[in-house]
């Protein structure tokens, strides 16, 4: 008999998870636009209410029932099961943005009193959640640096006098705006150091929205849960807002059970918009970064520009080079550059683009532009963006799908006017 063909990612995801014979035979998965789903039978309601509240596992041939859509809806399962593809999780769960995705995972796993250890810096809202809202719910946060060494780290983890707290450390990598890295195995392995020593599993979770799900892989290097804002890369065209966590069954399945009671999952219309979008996911973050590696360059050796911060120009043999040599699969389409002459300078250059756009968000077929300092890293403490070299001259650019030299010309233009 021929082996059973183990198929690429890019390849089932126009297909992975869904049976036409179910849909009239349609090809492509529709819209399944309903709030509640009927039961054959009372035994049967009853049935799947005790898989979707954990009274009890799947019987062996038995599959979870469709319920209600806050609980369960197959545009959300199938995207669920595709997306897994990227990451090779066990499970995944789709949220109606990247930040409830994020609230709702660090809100389920964490509790009055633990310690959430993170890098910095995070994107605004993020970094919003951690240190403000979380501390209404009685839980403390502190941040690490990227050019921190482990035993600077345990140095930062031991001063807050809360170590036998730590509950779980997480990561935005490579970092909105400035694209530092962190290494994940190291931060895996602190991890586990305070897992035995605390009796406890310290959780490690990463944002992976500039890089994945195409470009880097955090599972494989030790981590447990994987975020995204789904509205960049993964949406990639501007027209949703979405997000998405994956990780083991055990974690996944604590996370969609807070899901269903918060009410944080995605429409079956987002689901559907979603996976639309993957079936040309890797072709779109290919192009975007074949475009920004030319960008990058140019960039790079423009009289007007100070600085380019961008993985694909990283000094060979430096630390942040070979944390992306260990763990990325490309530098992404993320490029952020400082304007020689400061704010005045970066916004004559910002009001003068045509082809790209003004405007937050990124991971879009069309080149997106903004102001970090004033826009997304507007609520960061003034001090920590100085720190992290978030300052006034600095210009965020999403690449885009269009022709590399069409946005060369047009930020050559506004650079020019600048
Ligand atoms: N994580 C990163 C790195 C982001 O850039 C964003 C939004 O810009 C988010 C999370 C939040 O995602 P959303 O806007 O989909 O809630």
């Known amino acids: 008999m021929a082996k059973k063909r183990k198929y690429r990612p890019e390849s089932l995801m126009m297909s992975h998870g869904y049976k036409p014979e179910l849909s009239e035979g349609a090809v492509k998965c529709p819209i399944f636009q309903t709030s509640t789903f009927g039961f ?29 859509s806050r609980i369960n809806n197959p545009d959300l399962e199938i995207l669920e099961n595709r997306l897994c593809l990227w990451d090779e999780a066990e499970d995944g769960a789709v949220f109606e943005s990247g930040m409830a995705a994020i609230s709702t995972t660090v809100l389920e796993l964490l509790q009055p009193g633990d310690l959430l250890l993170h890098s910095e810096p995070l994107y605004g809202g993020t970094d919003h959640f951690f240190k403000n809202v979380l501390k209404k719910y009685g839980i403390n946060t502190v941040g690490f640096m990227p050019d921190q060494s482990k035993e600077e780290i345990l140095r930062v983890i031991e001063s807050t006098g809360m170590a036998g707290k730590l509950a779980m450390i997480y990561v935005e990598s490579p970092a909105n705006p400035t694209n530092d890295l962190f290494d994940l195995e190291m931060c895996a392995a602190l991890a586990q150091t305070y897992s035995r020593r605390n009796g406890r599993k310290v959780i490690t979770a990463i944002d992976n929205t500039f890089l994945g799900p195409v470009f880097s892989h955090p599972l494989k290097h030790g981590f447990d849960l994987v975020l995204y804002s789904a509205t960049k890369y993964i949406g990639g065209h501007s027209d949703v807002i979405a997000g998405a966590c994956v990780g083991s069954a055990v974690l996944m399945k604590r996370i969609k059970s807070f899901r269903s009671i918060m009410g944080t999952m995605a429409s079956p219309n987002t689901g559907w918009l979603l996976m639309r979008s993957l079936e040309t996911l890797k072709m779109r973050m290919t192009t975007q970064a074949e475009n920004a590696a030319v960008v990058a360059r140019w960039l790079s050796k423009h009289p007007k520009v100070e600085k380019v911060y961008y993985p694909g120009l990283l000094k060979a043999g430096s630390p942040q080079h070979r944390i992306f040599r260990r763990q990325c699969l490309g530098p992404g389409a993320m490029i952020s550059f400082d304007v020689k002459g400061g704010m005045k300078k970066a916004f004559k250059v910002l009001n003068s683009l045509q082809l790209v756009k003004l405007a937050v968000s990124l991971g879009s077929t069309e080149s997106l532009a903004e102001h970090p300092y004033t826009m997304t890293h507007f609520p960061v403490d003034e001090a920590l963006k100085q720190k992290m070299s978030i300052t006034p001259k600095m210009i965020r650019l999403s690449v885009g799908v269009e022709h590399p030299e069409d946005i060369i010309a047009d930020v050559a233009q506004a650079l020019d006017r600048a």
């Open 40 to 68: 054959k039978t009372a035994e049967e309601g009853k049935a799947f209410f005790e898989v979707a509240y954990g009274k009890r596992d799947l019987r062996p041939k038995e599959e979870t029932g469709l319920i209600y």
